[in-house]
């Protein structure tokens, strides 16, 4: 029952909107024409920002459910090599991945059979409960990154 109650939690919390703006309202509010700029001052874009919350979410979700999975490089692997994307199907399809993964790991929450204090399937000494902190938190932290960068670029 209590974990019922957890698994409840954080299926809410990944959603977002309980102490942060959702994702989803962000990236309505950017076009993909600004979301390479970066504004005064900093170092990434809004785009290098969303990429990374992509990159680590996927890389995350993989360590938990893939038959093989492989370790990214850090911090190579998990920041673009540009600040834009290179069209804006890109940008659109990188938004995609993003709501895919999030509906993965819901998924994996909501009809998974192990308990959240279980191993993942690439895990030595991690939970899965951890892992799911882990996306929550970056997510989270990173959600006010872009709330900052729009503000910055007046779109906020």
Avoid at 46 to 67: G, N, P, R, S, T
Avoid at 78 to 101: H, I, M, R, V
Wanted: hydrophobic share 40%; charged share 25%.
């Amino acid at each position: 029952m209590e974990e019922a109650l957890l698994k409840e939690q954080l299926l809410k919390h990944l959603k977002g909107g309980e102490a942060f703006t959702p994702v989803s309202e962000l990236l309505d509010k950017i076009s993909f024409k600004k979301s390479g700029k970066r504004p005064l001052g900093l170092p990434y874009s809004f785009y290098e920002v969303f990429y990374h919350m992509v990159y680590a979410q996927k890389d995350i979700l993989d360590f938990c459910i893939a038959e093989e999975y492989n370790t990214p490089s850090w911090p190579k692997d998990y920041w673009p090599g540009s600040n834009t994307a290179a069209t804006k199907e890109e940008w659109q399809a990188l938004q995609q991945q993003f709501y895919t993964d999030q509906e993965a790991l819901r998924e994996f929450i909501d009809t998974t059979d192990l308990s959240l204090l279980d191993t993942p399937k690439n895990g030595k000494e991690q939970t899965i409960v951890r892992e799911l902190a882990l996306v929550l938190e970056h997510n989270a932290y990173h959600t006010g990154q872009l709330a900052i960068i729009l503000r910055l670029l007046g779109l906020l």
